[in-house]
């Protein structure tokens, strides 16, 4: 390892709004915290290059080397979210139209065309100044290429150039206007197009053919996918760190996509107490997306804010979120942000220390996880978390899909794949990677794909079907293959594959709603389901439940089915959480996998491996007492004592235990 080593924890700052003369005292504060990167320039393009032309990076300059000199490494940023007055002035063009054909006024950020080629070119020029200035600086730990790049309101740009690249995408994809009919159906409601020019660009409000709307969210995504690319080839030829991009956890922009071109994931976040639990799903999904470990660039320390404060964090809030990431894979935990804001739209978000320079009441909590850090880094860098054996299937294409055909009355896909899927298994401890349809499925026993619409996508079919034969254990929906990549049904039977891969027959389907329905299993308990209901006729498979009234009384809700060395599980609807636990701790063992600790489930126990040995990092995450009981003696690296047996945790108590 170089000069600056992981674990990392550090703040986003904005020397370009204070006086030069208090960085001195900034970075003082930060070693006295203890903290150990910074993050710098998102937004600076103006101080960068106050005229067009006029690059100024003396004071950046400056700033990297007091924090260097002061043990503090840098991440740097392109500023492209925030472009300078005197380019939009001088180049309007570049703002983002909306669907309602308004150009974006300059003033906020992300407001600006992915596609424009002036806005490439200038985003192109202060990328590659900053590049050959500070490409091979040691003191410079990584690139942050834009900032949390979304589809502006949902919706994306409708300038003349996206509307025309569209169109151009859509021509490339389908080669034939005849191909694009067939393909999505449009004889439905006189939607035949006779020439690709004829196709619009959708916007709300319009009852749009949902083929359509998935195309054109497709593009936005891969609109900023390009935008983002187009930086990185930049970046690469200038520097040796590595180069990320900060992203939220949302599915509008695929993360699988977004990586092929960088060498990190970056990721934000900025749950609160009571959805803190939800972040070990996203970090359970962006740790698989690349080989390297994650940063989780941005979160809160105490409450967010723009010009209101948004909702106090008891104590321990702190502690407990920042060591999320390390537990689960990352290696950085930066706060947003490092000394509050004193004007603009976030001048109220929590911070570690205040707009004047004052500990704010988590400082102290800061300066405790760094301790921690500090005293647990062997152990962190020198271990993993230990492969699961279990994934989860999550797809940006079945969140578009969703998105605009829904399927079930109000079905939200993201709340549904972390409340009604994951939350059963993280109570159940048992651990998972969730995983892109694309990711190789080597080394899992286990592939749970619930919600999931196209299993071409990916080339996920021809992938899973071999990996099933040879000896893996595969758990499909509800609700997965049932569409095709333009989220258009199959004709044949309700599923594209599954009744030719199992013999099992889907004689009809019934919406959750208005009322659920009750299942009956094998062995005797009875339960209900939820979100969706398929009536299953088992042919020769093994039926593990039936439905119990209702028009699907007596066909099949769970089956199960051998295929070559390996097996299928149907879901015909979502078990109720307690049940969906029950099922997948039998299928689980079934293939040799065990729930990674006794513990309450309100505890995250994180089983790690490596070369610095082996143990568990273990979190409280919901603000409670919690248990749990130790397979073998364990040394707690953070407050230097044994234990053994049954532990009790404290509220947001964090544990790293080598065993």
């Not at 009571?274 to 105490?302: A, G, H, I």
Request: with cysteine.
């Amino acid at each position: 390892m170089g000069r600056f080593n992981p674990p990392y924890l550090g703040a986003a700052y904005y020397p370009e709004v204070w006086p030069l003369e208090q960085v001195d005292e900034d970075v003082r504060l930060m070693v006295d915290v203890g903290l150990n990167v910074a993050r710098l320039a998102e937004f600076a393009w103006s101080s960068l290059e106050p005229e067009e032309g006029r690059v100024e990076l003396d004071w950046l300059r400056r700033v990297v080397d007091k924090l260097g000199e002061a043990g503090i490494a840098t991440i740097l940023c392109t500023p492209s979210c925030t472009p300078p007055a005197w380019l939009t002035e001088k180049y309007p063009e570049v703002m983002v139209v909306d669907y309602r054909g308004v150009r974006a006024q300059h003033g906020s950020r992300r407001h600006v065309c992915p596609l424009n080629p002036a806005y490439r070119d200038l985003c192109g020029r202060i990328t590659a100044r900053l590049g050959e200035t500070f490409g091979r600086d040691e003191r410079v730990i990584g690139w942050q290429i834009d900032n949390e790049v979304h589809v502006w309101e949902g919706w994306g740009c409708y300038c003349p150039h996206c509307m025309q690249a569209f169109r151009d995408e859509l021509r490339r994809r389908f080669r034939d206007i005849g191909k694009l009919n067939e393909g999505w159906g449009t004889n439905l409601w006189s939607q035949t197009y006779q020439t690709f020019k004829q196709i619009p660009a959708p916007r709300p409000g319009v009852c749009h053919h949902p083929s359509l709307l998935a195309a054109w969210a497709r593009f936005q995504n891969e609109s900023l996918v390009d935008y983002v690319r187009h930086q990185a080839d930049i970046l690469h030829r200038h520097v040796t760190q590595p180069v990320g991009t900060d992203m939220m956890p949302i599915l509008e922009v695929s993360y699988e996509q977004m990586h092929r071109s960088l060498d990190l994931v970056q990721y934000n976040h900025y749950d609160g107490m009571e959805d803190l639990w939800r972040q070990v799903f996203w970090m359970d999904y962006v740790r698989p997306v690349m080989k390297s470990p994650f940063w989780n660039t941005e979160t809160s320390t105490c409450w967010n804010g723009g010009t209101s404060a948004n909702g106090y964090r008891e104590p321990g809030f702190c502690r407990a979120n920042s060591w999320l990431p390390i537990a689960l894979g990352g290696e950085a935990n930066l706060y947003w942000l490092w000394r509050g804001h004193r004007s603009g739209q976030e001048l109220m978000h929590g911070s570690v220390i205040s707009t004047c320079g004052r500990p704010m009441h988590v400082t102290e909590e800061v300066r405790e996880v760094s301790a921690g850090f500090s005293a647990a880094k062997d152990f962190i860098n020198g271990t993993r978390p230990a492969g699961p054996g279990i994934a989860v299937h999550l797809s940006s294409l079945a969140w578009t899909h969703f998105r605009f055909q829904p399927v079930a009355p109000d079905l939200d896909y993201v709340g549904v794949m972390q409340e009604k899927v994951y939350r059963p298994m993280m109570a159940a401890h048992l651990r998972a990677d969730i995983v892109d349809p694309s990711a190789a499925l080597d080394g899992y026993r286990v592939v749970f794909s619930p919600l999931l619409p196209a299993l071409d996508e990916g080339g996920l079919q021809e992938r899973l079907r071999s990996w099933i034969e040879g000896g893996g254990t595969w758990i499909a929906g509800p609700l997965t293959d049932i569409r095709t990549i333009e989220g258009t049904k199959p004709t044949g039977a309700p599923f594209k594959y599954l009744e030719e891969w199992t013999g099992v027959s889907c004689r009809y389907e019934l919406p959750g709603a208005p009322r659920d329905f009750r299942i009956e299993w094998a062995d005797g308990v009875v339960s209900q389901g939820s979100v969706w209901y398929a009536g299953l006729e088992p042919g020769a498979a093994e039926a593990w439940a039936v439905y119990g009234d209702g028009p699907l009384k007596g066909l099949a809700a769970v089956t199960e089915s051998g295929v070559g060395k390996g097996k299928i599980i149907v879901l015909g609807t979502l078990p109720r959480p307690e049940e969906l636990t029950r099922l997948l701790l039998r299928i689980a063992a079934g293939a040799g996998i065990y729930p990674a600790a006794e513990a309450s489930s309100n505890v995250l126990v994180v089983p790690r491996k490596g070369s610095a040995g082996s143990g568990f990092i273990v979190v409280e995450v919901q603000n409670e007492k919690g248990k749990l009981t130790l397979p073998a003696p364990a040394y707690n690296l953070l407050d230097c004592r044994a234990y053994s047996g049954e532990v009790e945790l404290h509220p947001y108590q964090v544990m790293v235990l080598r065993q």
